[in-house]
């Protein structure tokens, strides 16, 4: 059982989302996963420039550090996601790595694992909970849950957040052993299933790989 931790914070090892993605990572040790945390922010990511190719090959033009990482991501049973709030959303960062995994999103590769999020903020760290949560959902993988700091309480509140994220570590191993199945996640994930295959079909001609890939599935 894998589970990688990815936190897109800045600031480094000064980092309060870094500590609660830490945290979660060491309660799914604790439950015998194998854990590895990656900081985003130490990668050389290129911005996705909406060429389309991915969708065509199945590869990306850029050559950077994107691949190895998307390699660990799906070579994962488990992943925290983790982001401070910046200006009501993850930092660049993270949003630089979600805009290049469009080929993923469109063959919801990430179906069949299990994740979770953790953020810190003023009071307001779950609008980036909630959107890193709906778009695991979006690729295809079940939510857990998530945690987070509202850093504006004090310090009593970053120790707080930092328990839950390893109760959460916790939960997120127990769900990849049992592979549970949240009952209320599924109707959005066959929903966005349903229509991913539908666009796919609609650029069946300039979309190859895609096209290729969901009749390999034979569009299940």
């Known amino acids: ?21 830490q945290a979660a990572l060491d309660g799914a040790k604790a439950s015998g996963a194998e854990v ?9 990511i290129k911005f996705c420039n909406a060429c389309q190719v991915c969708f065509k090959k199945g590869e990306c ?13 799906m070579a994962s049973d488990g992943l925290v996601w983790g982001s401070p709030n910046y200006f009501h959303t993850v930092t660049a960062q993270m949003k630089t790595l ?17 994740c979770c999020s953790v953020s810190s903020g003023g009071s307001n760290y779950d609008q980036v909970t ?23 309480q004090g310090p009593k509140a970053q ?29 959005m994930q066959k929903e966005t299933r349903e229509y991913f295959k539908k666009l796919v079909k609609m650029n ?15 569009w299940n």
């Open 159 to 187: 120790e707080e957040a930092e328990k839950k994220a390893i109760v959460l570590g916790k939960s997120l191993a127990e769900d990849i052993k049992a592979k549970r199945d949240y009952v209320e996640q599924r109707k």
């Open 130 to 152: 909630t959107y890193l949560d709906g778009l695991m959902l979006n690729f295809g993988a079940s939510v857990t849950g998530s945690v987070g700091a509202a850093l504006s």
């Open 1 to 21: 059982m894998k589970i990688l931790g990815i936190c897109a914070s800045p600031r480094g090892r000064e980092s309060s989302t870094l500590r609660l993605v």
């Open 61 to 73: 033009v850029h050559k950077d550090d994107y691949q190895d990482l998307f390699d660990k991501i």
């Open 36 to 44: 590895e945390l990656v900081d985003v922010c130490k990668l050389d």
């Open 98 to 114: 979600i805009d290049r995994m469009a080929d993923a999103v469109h063959c919801q590769l990430l179906t069949g694992k299990y």
């Open 204 to 218: 069946k001609e300039s979309w190859e790989h895609e096209y290729e890939y969901w009749n390999r599935l034979n």
